[in-house]
């Protein structure tokens, strides 16, 4: 009886292993994260998918995608171009500009440690809950990509290479934008930096500068820079908490951000905080990118702020404009900010157009 | 022989089983619910910078922010026999998912005390050594002692007034450079707790008590930059003896 019943069985896998499509049962080559001695020693394990898990053909395959203009709605524009790896895969506009020549309304974000996103909640207002539902949303919006699912399919359907890359990476050629976003998504987990010279300095292979480590005080100092609370510090090598904050930026809210994906009031005017990480290459900063330097940056913190209902209470003096850094502190603070910057990243031969 | 040991061990099932005439307590899981209230009111993510509440002071405050520490949580029995049940926790009211922990603790059904440590005690307040402590930003500057923090409240005094932010944030206390106070507390409360199967132990913040109790809470001295004021940070600590409460649900 049990005999018959695992006989049964098995022909029941069997039968769905032969029925053409392999998606179900097909394993591609399994790749794990690379998690870097700092994040390990440091940080809880990264966010991966278990609907999704990294394979040698899905980055690939993921990498090709996001460097292939082929997803737009007339073939002109990839996702690279508006998250560019000399960037640290953010754009140097103010607003990205679609295939029409329509401009955005926000600064493009850099794409780095986004495994390390615990709370999963994507884009400057959280309105993508994985990375993958992230990736759907660009090539159909009017104003980025303006393609629809169908018609982008269809082109990769129609490809000499696609559909052998897409067998490769899920045991199908039968292409959908599940696939599509499932891979880019494996390639974008991998975009890990950790190779500034801070993190050789927390790992106590690099020595800074009095200046760098002067200015890493003042942003551990409550009576200066303060900005330890909301942006990382020596046991956080993400340089950033990964929630939203009104960060004194408007009296009036043009743009409600988290408040618009939440339909809550308290959230009206809250932005992610972003990674402090690679500063030197993510120029304009803000999520409208309205400053150009970072100069303007660390001025808006101590001389710039204005309240609304919503200002997060760290950002404590905002009745003076800020925290008042002297001009000594605020060079130190910039050194030490720079000190964030991962060359390696940025030139990584694995995170460029591939071929 | 072989029927002897079949007997022996039947006779053992069957003993394990009979709970009822035994005099064997059954072994309970314990779980940890974390709840905040302002006096009497509930404080909960829905209160979160909207409920306006009046300290011992008369100040008006509203609260973005509420985090806190506790570690060493200990059950006594009354024959004095202590039962660790958890190593440390941070609540996060805006974060349901630390409002109940799950131990992976057991007891014997009885009546308990509960012990624990509010913040970490000097032993265990390491530099960077807890990573889901650390991926959440939690760690205290090394400047002022390092560790982690113990309590982090965010809000606004004044609200129907002037409103002025107060970052009530506590930790080790800096007397001086590079000499450092702990400022943890152990906190051993005195009811009886019944703890009974699928019963769960409710650890109760009282946050109207950091604003009184030795110390009434002055925002006018006290709002900002309190990490490094070792005055502020004492002044915490005396409060944060009455802070806490527990009771079985």
């Known amino acids: ?355 | 022989m072989k029927n002897l040991l079949f007997i022996l061990m039947l006779s053992f099932l069957v003993g394990a089983c009979g709970n009822d005439d035994d005099n064997t307590p059954a072994e309970v899981a314990v779980s940890l619910k974390f709840s905040q209230t302002f006096d009497n009111t509930p404080f909960t993510d829905s209160d979160i910078s909207a409920t306006v509440y009046t300290n011992e002071m008369g100040h008006e405050l509203t609260i973005s922010r509420l985090r806190y520490l506790i570690s060493k949580m200990v059950l006594k029995n009354s024959a004095g026999e202590m039962f660790p049940i958890g190593e440390y926790h941070l609540t996060d009211v805006s974060n349901a998912t630390t409002l109940l922990l799950n131990t992976n603790a057991s007891v014997p059904e009885g009546t308990y005390t509960l012990s624990f440590v509010y913040g970490f005690n000097e032993e265990n307040n390491t530099d960077g050594a807890y990573p889901d402590l650390n991926s959440v930003s939690w760690n205290w500057p090394l400047t002022l002692g390092g560790g982690y923090h113990f309590l982090q409240m965010d809000g606004n005094y004044n609200v129907n007034t002037d409103p002025a932010p107060f970052n009530f944030h506590n930790g080790t206390a800096r007397v001086s450079e590079g000499d450092f106070e702990q400022n943890f507390v152990q906190v051993d409360l005195t009811n009886s707790l019944l703890i009974e199967n699928g019963d769960v132990i409710e650890i109760k913040m009282d946050i109207a008590e950091w604003f009184t109790n030795p110390n009434t809470w002055d925002f006018n001295v006290y709002s900002t930059n309190l990490m490094p004021n070792y005055e502020a940070q004492k002044l915490m600590q005396e409060n944060a003896a009455t802070v806490f409460s527990a009771s079985v649900e």
């Open chain 1, 1 to 355: 009886m049990i005999k018959k019943t695992i006989y049964g069985l098995l022909s029941v896998i069997f039968f769905i292993s032969c029925s053409g499509d392999d998606s179900d049962t097909y394993v591609a080559t399994p790749m794990e994260l690379k998690v870097p001695e700092i994040f390990s020693q440091y940080l809880i394990a990264p966010v991966t998918s278990v609907e999704n898990p990294q394979t040698v053909e899905g980055v690939a395959l993921g990498r090709k995608l996001f460097f292939d203009p082929v997803l737009s709605g007339n073939g002109t524009q990839a996702c690279a171009d508006c998250h560019r790896p000399q960037n640290a895969f953010s754009d140097p506009r103010k607003f990205s500009v679609g295939i029409d020549g329509t401009a955005g309304f926000r600064n493009s974000m850099p794409l780095q440690n986004l495994a390390w996103n615990y709370a999963e909640s994507f884009n400057w207002d959280g309105s993508a809950t994985t990375l993958e539902e992230q990736i759907f949303e660009p090539v159909t919006n009017p104003i980025e990509m303006n393609n629809t699912w169908p018609n982008a399919v269809a082109s990769l359907q129609n490809h000499t290479q696609y559909p052998g890359l897409f067998r490769d990476a899920f045991g199908t050629s039968s292409i959908d934008s599940v696939w599509v976003t499932k891979a880019i998504a494996q390639f974008l987990r991998t975009l890990i930096s950790a190779g500034s010279r801070f993190d050789h300095h927390v790992l106590g292979e690099e020595i800074l500068t009095p200046q760098e480590l002067n200015g890493f005080n003042v942003f551990m100092d409550e009576d200066r820079g303060d900005c330890f609370h909301c942006h990382g510090n020596f046991f956080n090598p993400l340089w950033t908490d990964n929630t939203f904050h009104n960060n004194g930026l408007e009296e009036m809210f043009d743009d409600l951000g988290l408040g618009a994906v939440t339909g809550d009031p308290r959230d009206n005017g809250k932005f992610k905080a972003p990674s402090l990480r690679n500063l030197l290459y993510t120029s304009p900063y803000m999520h409208d990118g309205r400053f150009e330097t970072l100069d303007e940056v660390i001025n808006h913190y101590s001389e710039g702020l204005v309240f609304s209902e919503t200002i997060d209470p760290l950002m404590k003096a905002v009745a003076q404009g800020g925290v008042q850094l002297s001009e000594e502190d605020k060079a130190a603070l910039k050194a030490f900010l720079l000190s964030l910057s991962d060359p390696g990243f940025i030139n990584n031969p694995s995170f460029q157009t591939p071929d």
